[in-house]
């Protein structure tokens, strides 16, 4: 188990960590300096990844996008919505494989709906990053 760390974390840049969908990126947070930086999964130097690999009590890789969890929340998402017709394009758009901007093109003509949709995202990813950082024992000071 870890020390317990107040540590202070850009947590803008810890939610574009957690955002990234980029799988050529890797993120990292630095349990000593609360910084969060990225590499390519493809980056020649291999000091740089012999030190990430003796230090991983330091250097924590941040978990990549879950497409899972964001299908799943688009899902319940969708079948909150009232409007009928709305429901049905959204139903018919989550099918395929890059649902995520077939909805936000559709929900750009409903804008309340499409922030809703925004904020429960947003709420999503947060918790996520914040139970991450629990694991690890972890607690940004607007969080204790």
């Known amino acids: 188990m870890h020390a317990l760390r107040n540590l202070e974390i850009v947590w803008e840049d810890l939610m574009e960590a957690f ?3 980029d799988s050529d990126m890797i993120y990292f947070l630095d349990r000593e300096t ?11 130097d ?7 690999d003796t230090q991983q009590e330091r ?15 688009v899902h319940a998402f969708i079948q909150g919505i009232e409007n009928e017709g709305l ?14 901007g077939r909805l936000n093109e559709i929900l750009s003509f409903y804008p309340e709906e499409q ?4 904020a429960i995202r947003e709420s999503f ?7 991450w950082l629990e694991e690890h024992d972890i607690y940004p000071p607007e969080r204790l």
């Open 19 to 21: 955002e990234n969908v």
């Open 34 to 44: 609360g910084e969060v930086f990225s590499v390519p999964t493809e980056y020649d």
């Open 46 to 52: 291999e000091a740089f990844w012999l030190e990430v």
């Open 59 to 73: 250097f924590l890789e941040i978990p990549p996008f879950d497409y899972g969890q964001e299908r799943q929340l």
């Open 87 to 100: 429901k049905g394009m959204l139903v018919r758009a989550f099918t395929g494989k890059q649902s995520h």
């Open 115 to 118: 922030e809703r949709f925004h």
């Open 125 to 131: 990813l947060t918790d996520r990053a914040a139970n």
